[in-house]
């Protein structure tokens, strides 16, 4: 049997996305008509199947990902220079609620994990150094190699110091997005203990800084202010640590419940291949994942764009409906209010794997997030509140988003990808490759292989695959950023630095 090399997603579409690589004059059978291919067309790419006038939308997905800038003839190669965006300003929407049930039995599926005096679940447990301020950086790198270096880990999990560039010198939006991100990371459940390592003269002051935690856990939450100790600040720093990880290297271990699971989806480095393979995966996984009663989360508002309707209508209600408009049009301001076109996104990697337009990536992108209804609406460092299915303001820069993720309470980054990327934010970022030879070429960055499914993989088998490695890694097995120790975060800035 002839291994299928192109694929029409949607009855409706104009054109198709080659599996592998076309030689002009190769000639494909769509719908009982013969097409020619009029160029060399990489995998990944689109090949029109139908003439299409200047002008004309041109579909995928089902949806137009923008329109013809010329008059087009089929068998032509479709790509940015030829499609045009149909993406403007902001817009109103009309609610037109879509219910769709899903018919996913519940299993009585358990983790490992830590379970913690608020209730909360982690998936890692480790000793976590948070700055106040980017200037003391220094200071807590040093003592996270100190703590690691002395306890060998023995009973934890990582020493980490979580750097960053703020937390003074920030006006309005910009200070409270710092404060909001770096509280939630001393919240976060994969942290068995923090220190909260402050300057003293910042402008995120810490006792400030300290009211916004609410009601914590002050044995496993500790404060010391290096410009207040008398002497040398290490041995200062060391003595706290020391005490926490005393408490830390006790936690154990126990079954939790899938419903505790709560999983970020991003993509990044995404290619013609990603709309086909890994984000349905991931959807398939987010819908699983619901109806368990667990928790999943869509983010990069500006890869929205194009296929916001899809999310809006899939709103429990009206006040989500209206809460996903406000966090569309408010991106889309953000893009004018600095002159900027709201369909100017696809990076140069996106477009050589074959993604042309914004509208091409979100309808690919928001496939990360299933069928499953949006049961939540969460602003820019908003912690979770509402299981389900939940939409987080944040843009779509891989290390940003991925850090607002986690920063929001998820345990794992679920991160697919077609180019490739080595890094991973302060929780597990496990990737999953869009294609096969993106896997070969690159196990030490790559947790999974979503490209089975255009190698002859039933997506029900891969499923199964990718729920027990999911589990694995919520177990305590390591992703690949955290075996090559890439792990970092990153905060979103917008206005004066002072």
Request: with cysteine; proline share 4%; hydrophobic share 35%.
């Amino acid at each position: 049997m002839e291994q299928v090399s192109f694929i029409k997603i949607n009855k409706a579409d104009t054109v198709v996305v080659c599996l592998r690589n076309y030689q002009k004059g190769e000639t494909i059978n769509v719908d009982g008509k013969a097409v020619t291919v009029m160029q060399d067309t990489p995998a990944g790419h689109k090949i029109l199947i139908h003439d299409t006038p200047e002008g004309e939308n041109i579909i995928k997905y089902g949806y137009p990902i923008g329109h013809a800038k010329e008059n087009l003839k089929a068998g032509q190669w479709v790509n940015e220079n030829n499609l045009k965006t149909n993406l403007a300003g902001t817009l109103s929407y009309e609610y037109n609620p879509v219910n769709e049930e899903l018919d996913i039995p519940t299993e009585n599926i358990t983790f490992k994990g830590y379970k913690r005096n608020n209730g909360e679940v982690g998936i890692r447990n480790e000793v976590w150094i948070v700055p106040t301020v980017g200037c003391v950086n220094g200071i807590a790198e040093k003592l996270a190699n100190m703590l690691a270096e002395e306890t060998e880990l023995e009973g934890i999990d990582a020493v980490h110091a979580w750097h960053h560039n703020y937390g003074c010198s920030q006006l309005s939006d910009d200070h409270e997005n710092t404060r909001k991100i770096l509280r939630d990371i001393v919240l976060h459940p994969n942290a068995g203990a923090v220190l909260v390592l402050s300057l003293g003269c910042e402008n995120n002051q810490p006792d400030q800084f300290e009211k916004l935690l609410g009601d914590y856990d002050k044995d496993r939450i500790k404060f010391l202010v290096v410009q207040k100790v008398q002497g040398d600040e290490i041995n200062e720093g060391m003595k706290i640590l020391r005490s926490l990880y005393g408490i830390a290297k006790n936690d154990k271990r126990t079954d939790c419940p899938l419903n505790e699971l709560r999983v970020g989806l991003k993509c990044g480095g995404s290619d013609g291949f990603s709309g086909i393979t890994a984000n349905p995966l991931v959807g398939e996984f987010s819908d699983f994942l619901v109806a368990q009663g667990g928790t999943s989360i869509l983010t990069e508002v500006p890869e929205m764009f194009g296929a916001e309707t899809i999310l809006m209508n899939r709103c429990k209600n009206e006040d989500l409906f209206n809460q996903t408009v406000k966090l569309v049009n408010d991106f889309k301001e953000y893009f004018l209010s600095h002159g900027e076109p709201v369909g100017e996104n696809p990076s140069p990697g996106n477009k050589a794997g074959g993604i042309s337009t914004l509208e091409d990536k979100a309808l690919g992108c928001t496939q990360k997030c299933g069928r499953a209804p949006v049961c939540g609406v969460l602003g820019y460092g908003d912690r979770l509140r509402t299981k389900g299915l939940n939409l987080l303001s944040a843009p779509g820069n891989d290390l940003v988003a991925s850090t607002a993720l986690a920063a929001a309470g998820c345990q794992i980054v679920l991160f697919t990808t077609g180019r490739g990327t080595p890094f991973g934010t302060f929780i597990p970022t496990m990737k999953i490759s869009t294609n096969t030879n993106l896997y070969k070429n690159k196990p030490n960055w790559i947790d999974f292989n979503a490209g089975e499914l255009v190698d002859g993989t039933e997506m029900h088998s891969l499923l199964r695959k990718f729920i027990d490695k999911i589990i694995s890694v919520a177990n305590g097995e390591q992703t690949c950023n955290e075996k090559n120790g890439y792990r970092e975060i990153s905060i979103f800035k917008n206005g004066v630095t002072l």
